[in-house]
């Protein structure tokens, strides 16, 4: 669905839209609600009396005449409402506006009482934003279906921060959607310089070449085995005045993986294409950052590669030679990310930031453990972790803070080199992070999207369809903003 989103000064009663959105809250008429009603001589009230209305969240009756459609929403109990309830009924309301006749909708500025109509505006619109997302490039006939939201009493440079917020969430939808013959290791490079170029930032693109030379001995290897050459990338994003330090964030950037000679099994092989989600992330969060333009400087890597079965490939019993000079003993070919990101993160840690995020589908451990809808917080840096965690509470993406117990860096003890690049099947996520952590010289956040980073039901992203979510965005985001 194509959207626009803008905001009024006039109430909801006093709008011409022929369809209009009001809440329910406990059963009962909202303040926006009653002076609507009043205006149409209480049937809103007589109607949700006889109608059957349970009062749970995302329910909603239609009160419709032949010009007019009243949408009565329901948030519920009276008390105890999140911005988030906010965030997912513009979601909501985005599968509800297909269902109207009426173009235009005007929307009653949601619990704008209780959080402020700044806050509110912004979680609504962007709910609506990221609700209304649709891939259909490679669809023949693509729907065209087109509604304007209003919202009454709305803040508008909310809105227009949620514009912009969502935008850099639909460029790494649309990344992570596309087919992996299309969206090589070559190809994300390119618009990665066309995010640069529109965008202002800096940027540096190495080749095979380069990564040899700077000695990414882990990422060149796993890269080897496609005929689509690798693409080490880097973004720069300066504030107008100059910072003292810098903030790191770094993706996985597997565009599509195989497993190697570890080779997966069809069905888990169907959504490799997503294996980027990470890198996809962070060029989504450069994006917005670009244009919210905080006040500190950022730099985003990502080391992207196909992860293929060739004469060139790699093998289990290899030894490689990290960034940093650690070696690694590959026992198993599929747990490819986490070598791609050795190097990328020691050669972020190398510029020394003050903080480094790193983002990556990096494990099915993680998925069994927090399921589809939650990604895993690994770090051994409490300040910086209870900061990110709550940078994505404010942000509506869930994340759990897993344990970085010490003594499991046992299980990735190597008898021929440093470290191996797996440990036991158990607590197999927790010795990732541990690998990950012996490559980052910094303060250090590692997140773990595997599971909501690319979903296959619409029921587990509750801000918008199935697909790529571009989960990380937004928390990165806010995160940023924080930090300044």
Same mark, same amino acid.
């Given at each position: 669905?194509?959207?626009?989103?803008?905001?009024?000064?006039?109430?909801?009663?006093?709008?011409?839209?022929?369809?209009?959105?009001?809440?329910?809250?406990?059963?009962?008429?909202?303040?926006?609600?009653?002076?609507?009603?009043?205006?149409?001589?209480?049937?809103?009230?007589?109607?949700?009396?006889?109608?059957?209305?349970?009062?749970?969240?995302?329910?909603?009756?239609?009160?419709?005449?032949?010009?007019?459609?009243?949408?009565?929403?329901?948030?519920?109990?009276?008390?105890?409402?999140?911005?988030?309830?906010?965030?997912?009924?513009?979601?909501?309301?985005?599968?509800?506006?297909?269902?109207?006749?009426?173009?235009?909708?005007?929307?009653?500025?949601?619990?704008?009482?209780?959080?402020?109509?700044?806050?509110?505006?912004?979680?609504?619109?962007?709910?609506?934003?990221? $609700?209304?997302?649709?891939?259909?490039?490679?669809?023949?006939?693509?729907?065209?279906?087109?509604?304007?939201?209003?919202?009454?009493?709305?803040?508008?440079?909310?809105?227009?921060?949620?514009?912009?917020?969502?935008?850099?969430?639909?460029?790494?939808?649309?990344?992570?959607?596309?087919?992996?013959?299309?969206?090589?290791?070559?190809?994300?490079?390119?618009?990665?310089?066309?995010?640069?170029?529109?965008?202002?930032?800096?940027?540096?693109?190495?080749?095979?070449?380069?990564?040899?030379?700077?000695?990414?001995?882990?990422?060149?290897?796993?890269? *080897? $085995?496609?005929?689509?050459?690798? *693409?080490?990338?880097?973004?720069?994003?300066?504030?107008?005045?100059?910072?003292?330090?810098?903030?790191?964030?770094?993706?996985?950037?597997?565009?599509?993986?195989?497993?190697?000679?570890?080779?997966? &099994?069809?069905?888990?092989?169907?959504?490799?294409?997503?294996?980027?989600?990470?890198?996809?992330?962070?060029?989504?969060?450069?994006?917005?950052?670009?244009?919210?333009?905080? &006040?500190?400087?950022?730099?985003?890597?990502?080391?992207?590669?196909?992860?293929?079965?060739?004469?060139?490939?790699?093998?289990?019993?290899?030894?490689?030679?990290?960034?940093?000079?650690?070696?690694?003993?590959?026992?198993?070919?599929?747990?490819?990310?986490?070598?791609?990101?050795?190097?990328?993160?020691?050669?972020?840690?190398?510029?020394?930031?003050?903080?480094?995020?790193?983002?990556?589908?990096?494990?099915?451990?993680?998925?069994?453990?927090?399921?589809?809808?939650?990604?895993?917080?690994?770090?051994?840096?409490?300040?910086?972790?209870?900061?990110?965690?709550?940078?994505?509470?404010?942000?509506?993406?869930?994340?759990?803070?897993?344990?970085?117990?010490?003594?499991?860096?046992?299980?990735?003890?190597?008898?021929?080199?440093?470290?191996?690049?797996?440990?036991?099947?158990?607590?197999?996520?927790?010795?990732?992070?541990?690998?990950?952590?012996?490559?980052?010289?910094?303060?250090?956040?590692?997140?773990?999207?595997? $599971?909501?980073?690319?979903?296959?039901?619409?029921?587990?992203?509750?801000?918008?369809?199935?697909?790529?979510?571009?989960?990380?965005?937004?928390?990165?985001?806010?995160?940023?903003?924080?930090?300044?």
């Amino acid at each position: 669905m194509v959207i626009r989103v803008k905001t009024t000064r006039r109430k909801v009663f006093e709008h011409e839209a022929p369809a209009r959105v009001v809440a329910v809250l406990g059963g009962q008429l909202s303040e926006e609600g009653r002076w609507l009603d009043a205006h149409m001589d209480g049937v809103l009230a007589r109607f949700l009396k006889k109608s059957k209305f349970s009062g749970k969240f995302g329910e909603y009756a239609v009160y419709a005449t032949d010009e007019l459609q009243i949408v009565l929403f329901s948030f519920g109990k009276r008390r105890g409402h999140t911005l988030e309830q906010v965030r997912q009924a513009g979601v909501k309301l985005i599968e509800i506006a297909a269902r109207l006749p009426s173009r235009d909708i005007a929307l009653e500025n949601f619990l704008a009482d209780r959080f402020g109509k700044k806050e509110t505006s912004y979680s609504l619109a962007e709910g609506l934003l990221l $609700g209304a997302y649709s891939f259909d490039k490679y669809k023949s006939r693509a729907e065209s279906k087109r509604r304007n939201f209003v919202i009454a009493q709305g803040f508008g440079p909310a809105v227009d921060k949620a514009r912009t917020v969502a935008e850099g969430v639909y460029f790494a939808r649309d990344l992570v959607n596309e087919p992996p013959n299309v969206l090589t290791p070559v190809e994300l490079a390119r618009r990665a310089e066309a995010l640069a170029a529109e965008a202002g930032l800096e940027i540096n693109v190495f080749g095979p070449d380069k990564i040899a030379e700077l000695g990414m001995g882990a990422y060149l290897a796993v890269a *080897r $085995g496609s005929d689509n050459e690798p *693409r080490f990338i880097e973004l720069v994003y300066r504030p107008e005045e100059a910072a003292s330090g810098h903030l790191a964030l770094v993706g996985k950037g597997l565009t599509f993986d195989t497993g190697g000679y570890s080779l997966k &099994p069809t069905n888990s092989m169907t959504t490799m294409k997503g294996d980027m989600s990470g890198a996809a992330a962070v060029l989504g969060a450069m994006k917005v950052i670009a244009a919210l333009k905080p &006040p500190v400087e950022v730099r985003a890597y990502v080391a992207a590669a196909e992860n293929m079965i060739s004469g060139r490939a790699y093998r289990v019993d290899d030894v490689l030679t990290a960034y940093n000079g650690k070696t690694i003993e590959v026992l198993n070919t599929d747990a490819e990310g986490r070598l791609t990101l050795a190097d990328a993160l020691a050669y972020a840690s190398a510029q020394k930031p003050v903080a480094l995020v790193e983002l990556s589908t990096l494990t099915g451990s993680c998925v069994v453990a927090l399921g589809r809808m939650v990604a895993g917080l690994f770090s051994e840096e409490e300040t910086l972790a209870r900061g990110v965690a709550r940078a994505a509470e404010e942000a509506g993406e869930k994340v759990w803070q897993m344990p970085m117990e010490p003594a499991y860096r046992r299980h990735l003890q190597s008898k021929v080199a440093d470290l191996k690049n797996v440990g036991s099947r158990e607590g197999g996520a927790i010795q990732a992070a541990l690998f990950l952590a012996e490559f980052a010289d910094a303060p250090f956040v590692h997140l773990d999207i595997a $599971g909501p980073a690319f979903v296959e039901n619409a029921e587990d992203n509750p801000h918008g369809p199935a697909g790529g979510t571009g989960f990380g965005v937004r928390t990165l985001v806010r995160w940023i903003e924080r930090q300044s």
